[in-house]
């Protein structure tokens, strides 16, 4: 693989992760492999027998990952390996200068980059999220006249960023001439950065001010860097002046984003701030059956699905996961889908708590961290710092890879927790951290130790 390829694929790879949860992505997604690029068409090979799911499921999925590296222009093509077969090695493609930053404006044109399998009609409506739904729906179709800014603030994995994707569908369907634009926070940060190292800002300030509707999905990535926050802040300001509608998320509410400078709060305050809690156990099942309908798995006994919801909590991407590893396992292995495989596969990825009720504590970052340390005998200065000798190195990457598996955050989030860390390098310690669990029998009893200590060891 050519440098360069690799490095695209790299980013790509760092962008799928932020969508989908880890189960999902080492199931589906972690075997493709880049093949060649064609001009802005990324050519992907994956698995014969699972090509054709992969492109239906994460088709749109990965096509927006790729857009967000190399450009609104760029195109996918997934091609099935042959089975039995390496996939391809990828040919070397000539240089493409200059690609990789922002192209001309000229070149470039607001779009909506949801994913457009994220629409409204695919939504679960309960009781934790029936405001948010109701204020998107809105501003979907009446765009600057209801609530502007409208805030979506909530834990990962609870349905921001579908409702994000079905306000840009939706707005775009139904009147293609308008200028939208979805992004994230992290890529708003990283492509204002990259104009003032090219000494191009009007460019950047022109793509992000020159639309009719500004979508940003974790906001709060924002936090702590002054110069990109006061950029956003004029950007913000131009829209909303000029009667344009901004909708943004964030992991927290506007007043818990401490780091965030007041002025910027107190402008997310003035719309509507709509909050989206875990889905509780009725919606949760919804969210299966719709689910299983959508992608024609054959849901004759109901009961595995009620198990599914029973056993993963709180987190509607770590719920879908779960369903796909299950479905997965019954194909592979012929056995049929009901109660029995899904709480056989789910015991050891999704420990249940001993408690009475069955209801599994939420553990947060902190509590994994302060674990570890007391586990391995190291200080959380150790811990968060800098050091990369094997005494600390291995206890970090054990520490993210449980705040991903425990906690449903982002891998930006749990970067933040340890001392600031980039979201790849997060990526990488949850790499490094499954491929010991799956080789080493002493580091699977460490899990299990600290499983037993945070209180969410299985029976």
């Not at 947060?364 to 570890?372: E, F, G, H, K, N």
């Not at 990457?397 to 425990?406: C, G, H, I, V």
Request: proline share 7%; hydrophobic share 40%.
């Amino acid at each position: 693989m050519s440098p360069e390829l690799e490095h695209i694929w790299s980013r790509v790879q760092a962008q799928l992760t932020l969508v989908v949860d880890e189960p999902t992505y080492r199931m589906w997604l972690a075997g493709l492999e880049p093949i060649e690029l064609l001009g802005e068409r990324l050519v992907i090979a994956a698995p014969a027998q699972t090509s054709r799911f992969i492109a239906g499921r994460f088709g749109g999925i990965i096509e927006a990952s790729v857009e967000l590296v190399l450009g609104p222009h760029a195109s996918i093509e997934l091609r099935p390996a042959c089975a039995g077969e390496r996939l391809p090695s990828p040919r070397s493609t000539p240089a493409r200068t200059g690609r990789t930053p922002p192209a001309p404006e000229s070149a470039q044109r607001p779009t909506a980059l949801g994913n457009p399998k994220l629409t409204f009609d695919q939504f679960v409506i309960g009781d934790c999220n029936r405001l948010a739904h109701a204020a998107a729906l809105t501003v979907a179709e009446m765009p600057a006249q209801a609530y502007n800014p409208l805030f979506l603030c909530g834990p990962p994995g609870v349905g921001k960023t579908h409702l994000l994707s079905a306000i840009a569908n939706l707005l775009t369907a139904h009147d293609p001439s308008l200028t939208v634009r979805m992004t994230t926070g992290e890529a708003f940060t990283n492509e204002f950065l990259g104009a003032l190292g090219e000494r191009s800002t009007e460019p950047f300030k022109s793509r992000f001010r020159d639309v009719d509707v500004l979508l940003v999905d974790d906001v709060q990535f924002l936090e702590r860097k002054t110069r990109t926050e006061e950029e956003f802040f004029h950007t913000f300001n131009a829209l909303h002046d000029g009667g344009r509608q901004v909708v943004l998320t964030s992991d927290r509410p506007p007043r818990d984003l401490q780091a965030l400078e007041d002025r910027l709060r107190e402008r997310f305050e003035a719309g509507l701030v709509a909050d989206i809690a875990p889905p509780d156990l009725p919606t949760r099942l919804a969210i299966l059956r719709k689910r299983a309908h959508h992608d024609g798995i054959d849901t004759a006994d109901q009961s595995a699905l009620l198990a599914i919801a029973e056993h993963v909590e709180g987190n509607v991407r770590a719920l879908e996961g779960a369903l796909i590893r299950v479905v997965a396992y019954s194909s592979l292995t012929g056995r049929p889908f009901d109660t029995a495989l899904a709480r056989e596969v789910l015991a050891g990825l999704y420990p249940r708590n001993p408690t009475p009720g069955g209801a599994r504590p939420q553990r947060t970052i902190a509590d994994i961290q302060q674990a570890t340390c007391m586990h391995f005998g190291i200080t959380a200065e150790e811990l968060l710092s800098s050091a990369r000798s094997a005494r600390v190195a291995w206890p970090r990457q054990l520490a993210m890879y449980l705040s991903r598996e425990l906690t449903g955050a982002s891998l930006p989030a749990i970067g933040r927790e340890f001392g600031g860390r980039d979201h790849t390098t997060v990526l990488h310690a949850c790499r490094r951290a499954t491929e010991r669990l799956d080789s080493d029998e002493g580091s699977r009893q460490a899990v299990h130790s600290l499983f037993v200590e945070l209180g969410v060891s299985g029976s």
